[in-house]
């Protein structure tokens, strides 16, 4: 039996592989579960877990930056989660943003500029409404010793025009907000059990009172439906933020981990839609939502795994990964995920 010891977070749809239900042939998982931004942060810091959940457009960089024996990992197309974050941006009140198309020239803050669901908003923001990276004044959240973006070493080799902020550690979004000192930002509301975290600076909160904020509003007022619907409908894409990465030296002894988690994972997630029906948080992407509706819009399975399912929201990932600096190449299927998964 083989014994590895598994960084996860937590996830309805990963619920059925960690209370035991699904269990991997020949394997036995040891589960440490924590908030993404702590356990990406360990991924790059510490590099401790056998197997991991990570990032997509961090582990993108990491094939570009990895030496000698830090970050030799692989992928598995294993998507858990959604890049949805972003739609809880909030705004200044007197900002003058209304619509999406009226971040152009704006002060906005994310949590990393690195990190998955960030690229998706400047993908967002580049495919509907014309705007690039370089039309932003962007601050970053997370203090620098926090930050994936100094970790991976994109402070120093950023794109050519891009304008990044870090705050300090008396700053936080929120209490920016509401002095008028951002105009928009996202990701600084309170949302992992902090009984799960070992570090404390990375996404962090002022107390700002927000709801019921006259100074303060959030730009989707439908939790982010529509402008999600209208770009599916454009490109038959769903944006993806996490895989599964696992270790070379753990595939190089044993080529066979690479499908059995790959299956074990599909297993959960069908085991998860089927739990309390598909009305549950496994299955919808919007809570409170019709399954029937999702369905007949989204498909009947809002998370695929596999690379045929989600070779053209990889290939949009990579393009624009390569077109924000993030990498200095772009990425191909064959180099990303361990070759057992590519006919998947």
């Known amino acids: 039996m083989l014994h590895l010891v598994a960084g996860l977070t937590k996830n309805p749809r990963l619920e059925p592989l960690m209370d035991g239900t699904v269990k991997p042939r020949n394997i036995d998982l040891e589960f440490v579960v924590t908030s993404p931004p702590e356990l990406f942060f360990r991924n790059l810091k510490y590099d401790e877990f056998d197997m991991f ?41 007197n900002a003058g943003i209304h619509r999406l198309d009226d971040l152009k020239g704006k002060r906005v803050g994310v949590p990393d500029y690195v990190m998955t669901a960030a690229l998706w908003f ?13 039309e932003i004044f962007w601050h970053i959240g997370r203090v620098e010793q926090f930050s994936h973006t ?14 990044m902020n870090w705050l300090n550690e008396e700053q936080t979004f929120d209490v920016m907000l509401d002095r008028g000192e951002l105009d928009a930002a996202y990701g600084f509301l309170p949302r992992h059990d902090p009984k799960i975290l070992k570090f404390g600076g990375l996404d962090r909160y002022g107390g700002t009172q ?6 303060l509003h959030r730009l989707f007022s439908d939790g982010g439906r529509e402008i999600i ?33 790959y299956t074990a994972f599909g297993k959960a997630k069908k085991i998860a839609y089927d739990r309390g029906g598909k009305r549950n948080p496994a299955y919808l992407l919007f809570q409170g939502d019709d399954d029937r509706c999702q369905a007949a ?9 596999g690379i045929r399912e989600n070779k053209k929201m990889l290939e949009i990932l990579f393009r624009n ?10 990425a191909r299927v064959e180099d990303i995920f361990y070759h057992t998964t590519l006919d998947t």
């Not at 997509?56 to 692989?74: C, D, G, H, V």
């Not at 100094?150 to 304008?163: I, K, Q, R, Y």
């Not at 927000?210 to 100074?215: A, L, Q």
Request: hydrophobic share 40%.
């Open 321 to 330: 990964s390569r077109e924000d600096g993030l990498t200095q190449k772009l």
């Open 210 to 215: 927000v709801e019921g904020n006259p100074r």
């Open 53 to 93: 959940e990570m990032s997509i457009a961090e582990y993108l960089m990491t094939r570009e930056r990895r030496k000698e024996a830090r970050w030799q990992w692989s992928a598995l197309p294993v998507f858990p989660a959604k890049a949805f974050i972003w739609l809880d941006l909030f705004v200044n009140t």
């Open 297 to 305: 819009v989204f498909g009947e399975d809002p998370y695929p795994f």
């Open 150 to 163: 100094t970790l991976l070493g994109l402070d120093e080799t950023s794109s050519p025009g891009v304008s």
């Open 229 to 261: 619907r209208e770009y599916y409908q454009r490109t038959k894409v769903l944006p993806a933020s996490h895989m599964i990465v696992v270790q070379d030296r753990i595939l190089k002894q044993h080529p066979w981990v690479a499908l059995e988690l």
């Open 122 to 134: 400047r993908i967002f923001l580049k495919e509907l409404c014309g705007i690039k990276p370089r």
